[in-house]
């Protein structure tokens, strides 16, 4: 029979149909994912290094308002004012592997503004329990740090623990509202991570390192299965 009846069989059909479907998201969602957090990463790193360029500025100058713009995140800021309300603890999320809770405080800058600040990190003792932690100094500070994006919400609920409110995310407006600040307070959306000796750092959270991984030959490994696929079932034809 003619060649092309071949085609028609009903396994050529099924191999088709699934290396089309495999290739539509190796190109479509597979490829660009881990292309794109290469590209994350790589802006990341070009942040973290612009910042060490210069003197931290103050915090006005990068943040007028309440939002921070996609491009100063990581940027080194001073500002002044004071610790308010009390500790919130991001409920263990590791650092250096260590299983961890970070503390979140809120702090009330010179011009009332509210800030949500991460005063560093504590280890776990027996992997879930809080160990002591050092309260924030009491009035006026200034203190330098590196402006944050907070995150979203997370799913799973706040939880009471141990005598104090934990997280899983550090958004500033779920944070602020249970340390207790008032409803009436401008809560700017970023946060701000401490840097080393500075008041009310416990032990500041290390900087990421400034590598960017394998995301881009992952990427273009997609890329490539994804032309190899149809070329594959071409050959076999």
Do not use: C
């Amino acid at each position: 029979k003619p060649w092309w009846r071949q085609l028609l069989n009903p396994g050529w059909i099924i191999a088709a149909i699934i290396v089309g479907i495999f290739s539509y998201f190796a190109f479509t969602f597979l490829a660009p994912w881990q292309l794109g957090k290469n590209e994350q990463l790589v802006e990341r790193n070009e942040h973290i290094s612009a910042a060490f360029d210069h003197d931290p500025e103050p915090l006005v100058d990068r943040l007028p308002g309440t939002t921070l713009a996609p491009a100063d995140e990581w940027s080194r800021v001073v500002a002044t004012g004071h610790y308010t309300g009390h500790d919130v603890l991001l409920r263990l999320r590791s650092v250096d592997r260590t299983p961890a809770f970070q503390v979140l405080t809120p702090f009330t800058l010179d011009d009332g503004r509210t800030i949500l600040i991460n005063r560093g990190w504590v280890p776990a003792e027996g992997s879930t329990g809080v160990p002591d932690i050092d309260a924030a100094p009491t009035g006026d500070v200034t203190i330098t740090g590196m402006l944050r994006a907070g995150e979203a919400v997370h799913p799973t609920a706040p939880i009471h623990d141990q005598g104090y409110d934990m997280v899983h995310s550090i958004n500033p407006s779920q944070v602020g509202e249970l340390a207790g600040i008032d409803t009436g307070a401008v809560m700017v959306e970023p946060y701000l991570q401490l840097l080393s000796d500075q008041p009310g750092t416990l032990t500041a959270i290390p900087l990421p390192q400034l590598e960017t991984g394998n995301h881009l030959s992952y990427g273009l490994q997609w890329i490539l299965f994804g032309v190899a696929a149809p070329g594959a079932l071409l050959y076999f034809l």
